[in-house]
């Protein structure tokens, strides 16, 4: 199956800074998702996207459909403490079994005060 | 708009027990519906799909079974619980192909 490499794993940042992360992949995709999970809850939809080359937001969120569709990044500006959780992406190839989804194995962000 | 609930939220079971854990959505009709398993916190691991009632494809040779005995409800079982079926169960849906899943909040399955 499809590989998603997602990076970085772990992030440690100050209140107030930005943040990035991005995944990659050796494939293409149709659609790339942005997930953010809270502990002990499932994961919330962030932001989708559809497009090459789509820039999207949602608040502070800012994401991007890579142009050559094999990546995607996210960006937080102005982290605040309920910011912390694990943010995964999620690569789509429609017509791919199990609706041709790929999930990466996520980057838990920790806010230090 | 549509909802997904998933119970228990966290479960005990000794070794050797089965187990039931049910999914149902609301507010969608004919959604495929997915158990996906965490563990550690980190990294979804896709069980068991379904894209309609009776439909059920496995992603990976297990201890565990799924069944969707109605449009909107899907159950993953044991008949025997083993140490390493520990972990956090999530259930989702979706509207179909190229649709984004939503996920239930999870169950928490220790086995003891």
């Known amino acids: 199956g499809q590989q998603l490499n997602q990076s970085p794993q772990s992030m440690f940042i100050q209140e107030g800074e930005d943040v990035s992360m991005n995944c990659t992949s050796s494939?293409?995709?149709?659609?790339w998702l942005w997930y953010k999970q809270d502990p002990g809850e499932g994961p919330v939809l962030l932001i989708a996207l559809y497009k090459a080359g789509e820039l999207t937001s949602n608040g502070r969120l800012t994401a991007q459909f890579g142009i050559t569709r094999k990546d995607s990044f996210l960006n937080i500006s102005a982290s605040i403490p309920s910011d912390v959780g694990i943010y995964f992406c999620a690569g789509q190839l429609t017509g791919g079994g199990a609706d041709g989804l790929t999930f990466g194995k996520g980057t838990h962000l920790i806010i230090q005060p | 708009s549509q909802t997904i609930h998933q119970w228990p939220a966290t479960l005990v079971q000794p070794v050797g027990s089965p187990l039931s854990l049910e999914c149902t959505v609301e507010?969608?009709?004919?959604?495929?519906l997915y158990w996906y398993r965490q563990a550690a916190g980190r990294g979804l691991q896709l069980l068991f799909y379904?894209?309609?009632?009776?439909?059920i494809s496995s992603e990976v040779p297990q201890n565990l079974s799924a069944s969707r005995p109605q449009d909107r409800q899907f159950i993953l079982s044991s008949k025997k619980l083993l140490l390493s079926d520990s972990g956090f169960y999530l259930c989702a849906w979706s509207a179909g192909v190229g649709s984004p899943l939503h996920f239930g909040n999870g169950t928490r399955l220790t086995v003891t």
């Open positions: 507010g969608t009709s004919n959604p495929n």
């Open positions: 379904s894209v309609g009632i009776g439909q």
């Open positions: 494939s293409i995709f149709n659609t």
